[in-house]
């Protein structure tokens, strides 16, 4: 029984030697290969914070643990990187340090720096860059423009955050006051850069000149007014110029003058006949 249980222990031992062994084999295979990393305090990536175009720069570490020479080459993916050298020998047992500049994107944005060697080996290090904007509210009204029941009109992010703006509509005519529209919220959402063709409602007069103001709000302090003069007449809306010169002429004509020529007539119509002096008899002979 001795004996038979020495044999079982050794093929026991036998059987569980190779999966010893393995850890410690892959450690070596660990040891002779090669790595890269930020170069510095043990990072895991780099980070790069700063204003959309702004080039920044950092150090890839590149270590070649092994006991042969390692040819290694570096490129980016995602970003706009250059290295100050991008095809490099890595001496045995030795750490070598590149250095590289990174273009920050105009949106946030995570890029790799990548490194192969003359095998096919890759190895890949993030790159989170930040792009930091700053916040201005900014916005224009444009290309008014007045019809007979609406007013058009575009409205332009010209900022670099999304506005809600809110309207005021305010138009006047020969007599005064036509509209005067309070401000409210527009059911909108204007993302930086963007443009939109809106319109507004309204009832205009059949014959008149009228000046349309309208004014633009939003958030952050952005506003904006715009001014357009229109005559309006049978022939339909005509905007600024001579055609106001002309509907602002009828309108005149037919406001100011016309009741006067009304006037004129009535009061001709009960002025009384002239009367004709009698011919005085004199007996004298003519």
């Given amino acids: 029984m001795p004996s038979a249980a020495r044999v079982l222990g050794l093929t026991l031992l036998t059987l569980l030697a190779p999966l010893a062994a393995a850890p410690a084999a892959h450690a070596v295979a660990g040891d002779d290969g090669w790595s890269a990393a930020p170069a510095g305090e043990a ?7 700063g204003g959309p175009g702004t080039v920044l720069e950092d150090t890839v ?19 706009e990187v250059t290295f100050a050298d991008a095809r490099l020998r890595l001496p045995p047992r030795t750490r070598t340090e590149v250095p590289f500049t990174v273009t920050v994107p105009a949106r946030d944005a995570t ?5 192969r060697d003359s095998e096919g ?13 700053p916040t201005v509210a900014a916005l224009t009204v444009e290309h008014v423009s007045v019809h007979a029941d609406r007013i058009t ?18 138009a006047d005519g020969l007599l005064g006051p036509l509209l005067d529209r309070a401000p409210r919220a527009l059911p909108v959402a204007l993302a930086p850069g963007s443009r939109t063709e809106l319109s507004e409602p ?13 004014t633009v709000t939003a ?21 600024g110029g001579a055609g106001a010169v002309v509907a602002a ?13 009304r006037r004129r007539r009535r009061r001709t119509a009960v002025l009384p006949e002239p009367s004709c002096p009698e011919a005085e008899l004199t007996g004298a002979v003519s």
């Fill in 202 to 214: 309204w009832d205009g007069p059949a014959l008149d000149s009228v000046e349309v103001r309208l």
């Fill in 43 to 49: 990072r895991p990536s780099f980070y790069a914070e």
């Fill in 153 to 170: 009109y575009e409205l332009v992010n010209r900022g670099t955050t999304a506005l809600a703006p809110r309207l005021a509509v305010h």
């Fill in 249 to 261: 002429g009828g309108a005149l004509f037919v406001v100011r003058l016309l009741p006067a020529v």
């Fill in 111 to 115: 890029a790799r720096l990548v490194a």
């Fill in 219 to 239: 958030a952050g302090g952005a506003r904006d007014e715009a001014r357009v003069s229109a005559g309006i007449g049978p022939w339909g809306a005509v905007a």
């Fill in 61 to 79: 570490s590149l270590t070649n643990r092994g006991r042969t020479p390692v040819d290694v080459s570096l490129r980016a993916e995602g970003a």
């Fill in 121 to 133: 080996t890759t190895r890949r290090v993030a790159v989170h860059l930040r792009a930091t904007v």
